[in-house]
């Protein structure tokens, strides 16, 4: 199977953009710092306007007393000079550019209104100041101006100023340099960010003008933020690269484990066909045989070896009697040990229920059990034992042969590595099948002593899941 396989043909195409999103950032946090600045503004004016409002309002009401006192007895007189300081008022508000603000006063003369004046405001649409509270409101400013001794108050109301502020042509104008600024910033700020984001680009081109072949490493990256990224591409591409060298020692190591067998095969086929003497074809037949079962069993290893551990396409896990799959598979070893003249045990408890992969821990019983047999002199005692605790199960594979010298017990779990000077056949591989499928089942393989203080003994041990219990599980149809 390839490492490098092909990306998926129905993959989503990228449809976001990290360029967009950080132009679309920089242009929200603009309008945000403007929208801030813009209500600052708008709470200090109203601030400021309602005070220079009061401060003119009362101006406009000591003007009204002034104007009042020589004319205490002439009403008439005194509703002309107001008529013409009404006229002053309008004009200086034509020069500022608005409309003169609305006002309401009154001139009391020791208790009896002598004059009120409130131009335009009979038609305003909104309602008049309470003539009768003396204070200043929501919506209007109130002033009083007086002389005790003649007896005389002027009283004037006159509107809050900062309506323009919220109007159509108040907003235009805060929003006018947000709307000049906008384009002019645009360019820039693209500029930038496409300038900003080159480094990334260009790794990205590095990457996929390569060809597969090429796993060197990308040239280090200056910059602090794509630091990470090319470290982290660059000890991907290390990993692969040894997995790489991995994989083809080990197709070195398949073919050359299956080319001894092969040859024995063709030797003794040309030797079955040229041979007239019986006795020599029995033998050469006999290795025929022995060849085809060597290279039958180094396949079967290779298989159970692809299938097991982390790359295996299956590794669903289901509740199992491992009691019944460990008997199973000593019943199917016994024929061995039985030629061997082996006495092969099993002690376990009634049952023990386990969450496993079938097949993965069958090559693992398999294997050690094979091993177990193989390696033990003619006559000798092979036990299997399950103990089961709430924490742990625990598989054990005990024998008399020689064992495994402490040096080497890392060593022969290595794939295709064998023990010099051994008698009996093998590929080398059943031990790295054995710590595979253990893996996969986060259990542990401790080699140790063997039976009555000699041989081996392989003690592999499988953590229970928090919770979970040697009992049956409560039926759901399992296959
Ligand atoms: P395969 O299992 O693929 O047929 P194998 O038995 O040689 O071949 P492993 O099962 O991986 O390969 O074992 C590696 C080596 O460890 C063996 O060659 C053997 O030397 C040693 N070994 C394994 N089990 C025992 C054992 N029970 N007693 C003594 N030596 C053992
Ligand atoms: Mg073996």
């Known amino acids: 199977m390839s490492l490098l396989a092909a990306a998926p043909a129905t993959r989503r195409p990228a449809h976001r953009s990290l360029f967009r999103r950080s132009l679309g950032a920089v242009f929200a946090v603009i309008f945000l710092t403007w929208a801030a600045l813009i209500a600052r503004e708008l709470i200090d004016i109203g601030l400021l306007q309602s005070r220079n409002g009061q401060a003119e309002n009362q101006l406009w009401a000591e003007l009204a007393k002034l104007q009042a006192l020589p004319r205490l007895d002439q009403p008439q007189a005194l509703e002309a000079r107001m008529a013409e300081l009404d006229g002053l008022l309008r004009d200086e508000w034509r020069h500022k550019g608005h409309r003169p603000p609305f006002y309401l006063l009154q001139v009391w003369h020791e208790g009896r209104l002598l004059l009120r004046r409130d131009p335009d405001l009979s038609g305003r649409d909104r309602s008049p100041p309470q003539e009768g509270v003396y204070a200043s409101d929501s919506r209007w400013l109130y002033a009083e101006a007086s002389e005790p001794e003649q007896g005389l108050i002027v009283r004037r109301w006159q509107e809050k100023p900062g309506d323009w502020h919220f109007s159509v042509a108040g907003f235009s104008y805060y929003a006018r340099p947000l709307l000049y600024g906008l384009p002019l910033l645009i360019l820039p700020v693209w500029l930038l960010f496409r300038l900003g984001f080159a480094p990334l680009q260009r790794i990205g081109q590095q990457i996929s003008q390569r060809s597969a072949k090429d796993l060197s490493p990308l040239p280090d990256s200056p910059y602090v933020e794509l630091a990470p990224l090319v470290n982290a591409v660059n000890s991907l591409m290390a990993r692969l690269q040894l997995r790489l060298e991995r994989e083809r020692e080990f197709l070195l190591d398949?073919?050359?484990?299956?080319?001894?067998?092969?040859?024995?095969?063709?030797?003794?086929?040309?030797?079955?066909?040229?041979?007239?003497?019986?006795?020599?074809?029995?033998?050469?037949?006999?290795?025929?045989?022995?060849?085809?079962?060597?290279?039958?069993?180094?396949?079967?290893?290779?298989?159970?070896?692809?299938?097991?551990?982390?790359?295996?396409?299956d590794m669903a896990q289901r509740e199992h009697e491992l009691v019944a799959l460990v008997s199973d598979r000593v019943v199917l070893a016994s024929p061995m040990a039985l030629s061997r003249q082996i006495e092969l045990e099993l002690q376990a408890p009634e049952e023990c229920w386990l969450r496993v992969n079938r097949e993965s821990v069958g090559a693992?019983?398999?294997?050690?059990?094979?091993?177990?047999?193989?390696?033990?002199?003619?006559?000798?005692?092979?036990?299997?034992?399950?103990?089961?605790?709430?924490?742990?199960?625990?598989?054990?594979?005990?024998?008399?042969?020689?064992?495994?010298?402490?040096?080497?017990?890392?060593?022969?779990?290595?794939?295709?590595?064998?023990?010099?000077?051994?008698?009996?056949?093998?590929?080398?591989?059943?031990?790295?099948?054995?710590?595979?499928?253990?893996?996969?089942?986060?259990?542990?393989?401790?080699?140790?002593?063997?039976?009555?203080?000699?041989?081996?003994?392989?003690?592999?041990r499988f953590p229970r899941e928090a919770g979970a219990s040697s009992s049956p599980p409560a039926p759901s149809g399992e296959a």
């Open 364 to 460: 693992l019983i398999d294997n050690l059990v094979d091993n177990a047999i193989k390696y033990s002199p003619a006559g000798g005692h092979v036990l299997v034992r399950i103990s089961d605790t709430p924490e742990a199960v625990q598989l054990e594979v005990l024998d008399q042969g020689p064992g495994i010298p402490a040096e080497l017990q890392a060593k022969v779990f290595e794939r295709f590595y064998r023990i010099p000077g051994q008698e009996q056949h093998g590929s080398g591989l059943g031990l790295a099948i054995v710590e595979r499928a253990a893996a996969q089942h986060g259990a542990r393989v401790q080699l140790g002593t063997g039976l009555e203080g000699r041989g081996l003994g392989v003690a592999v």
């Open 254 to 313: 398949a073919a050359h484990e299956l080319k001894t067998p092969l040859a024995v095969v063709k030797l003794s086929a040309e030797a079955l066909d040229g041979g007239q003497d019986t006795e020599r074809r029995a033998e050469s037949a006999q290795r025929l045989r022995q060849g085809v079962d060597r290279a039958t069993h180094t396949v079967h290893q290779l298989l159970a070896l692809a299938r097991s551990g982390a790359d295996a396409l």
